[in-house]
């Protein structure tokens, strides 16, 4: 893996929609945006039970302060898309100034060959538009070469979705959150596990983020679908801008146990005297 020097340190999204991790991360003071997406708005859903959508969205983009939220479209045409992304927009974003819509990069069901552009014709439609779209679903980096193409402000590769399959694929047992080596698998047969050239999530925002800077598009790869605190850490040193994470990764990043080990013999050595001088 190597290394790439930036400028700008990466940006620490929260994978969610719960109003309560939000808060949370954002009193912290280390969250520099918010995504979601149709599943975490149903898990948002059941645990507060909300019966006013737009007044919790609302809550959701005035605690992220300023900072991009990205929501989801829920239709697939092309028409539809650019229908309810306009209206979310008009709707959310005079709240903040912070909506991004999130759009997939190829909203069509596997046999439906005529409308495999719409994704890519909405990306170019709304960005035209000043509107800033999160390109979502990303497993290619051609994909993700067309999102920035078209104009999307960010591009999501799913890490730990790529994991997934690389490993599905090989039958390889796992379970969610484990951590799957970012320089790849080897296979029983020699040669590494891989989907099309990409040997594990990391190395597909690895792809995403060498196209990008190599052709000076204006689109942040934004690493997504991580699972565990080590992807974190492969995000930042291949060079993607921001890596969304869900609330118990970013809770998990401070955690080591000699950390806990080192505090208990510090708090145990504490001399009155020393104490004393800053009480
Ligand atoms: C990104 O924007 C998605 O909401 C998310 O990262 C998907 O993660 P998952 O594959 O763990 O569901």
């Known amino acids: 893996m190597t290394a790439i020097k930036k400028v700008v340190r990466m940006k620490i999204f929260i994978d969610s929609a719960d109003i309560d991790e939000i808060k949370k991360a954002f009193e912290w003071g280390?969250?520099?945006?918010?995504?979601?997406?149709?599943s975490l708005i149903k898990k948002a859903a059941a645990k507060h039970n909300i019966s006013d959508m737009k007044e919790y969205i609302t809550k959701i983009?005035?605690?992220?302060k300023g900072t991009p939220v990205s929501l989801e479209v829920t239709e697939i045409s092309y028409e539809g898309m650019l229908r309810q992304a306009k209206k979310l927009f008009s709707m959310f974003n005079p709240v903040a100034n912070?909506?991004?819509?999130?759009?997939p990069v190829n909203p069509a069901f596997k046999d439906e060959d005529n409308t495999h552009f719409d994704g890519i014709r909405v990306i170019r439609e709304l960005s035209k538009e000043n509107i800033p779209v999160n390109c979502t679903l990303i497993f290619t980096p051609e994909q993700a070469m067309l999102a920035a193409k078209a104009g999307a402000k960010f591009v999501s590769p799913f890490a730990g979705r790529i994991d997934d399959s690389i490993?599905?694929?090989?039958?390889?047992?796992?379970?969610?959150?484990?951590?799957f080596p970012a320089e790849g698998w080897e296979a029983e047969e020699g040669g590494m596990?891989?989907?099309n050239g990409i040997v594990s999530g990391i190395d597909l925002v690895g792809q995403c983020t060498d196209i990008i800077q190599q052709y000076g598009y204006e689109t942040e790869v934004l690493a997504?679908?991580?699972r565990n605190t080590r992807q974190v850490r492969e995000s930042a040193l291949i060079g993607?801008?921001?890596?969304?994470?869900?609330?118990?990764?970013i809770k998990q990043m401070l955690k080591h146990f000699k950390t806990y080990e080192g505090m208990d013999k510090f708090t145990k050595d504490?001399?009155?005297?020393?104490?004393?001088?800053a009480k």
């Open 30 to 38: 280390i969250c520099d945006g918010v995504t979601t997406n149709p």
């Open 167 to 179: 490993r599905d694929n090989a039958e390889i047992e796992y379970k969610k959150d484990d951590y």
């Open 270 to 277: 504490i001399v009155p005297e020393y104490a004393e001088l």
């Open 240 to 249: 993607a801008d921001i890596a969304t994470l869900p609330f118990g990764v």
């Open 193 to 195: 596990l891989d989907d």
């Open 98 to 103: 912070n909506v991004y819509i999130k759009i």
């Open 61 to 64: 983009l005035q605690t992220a």
């Open 224 to 226: 997504a679908s991580l």
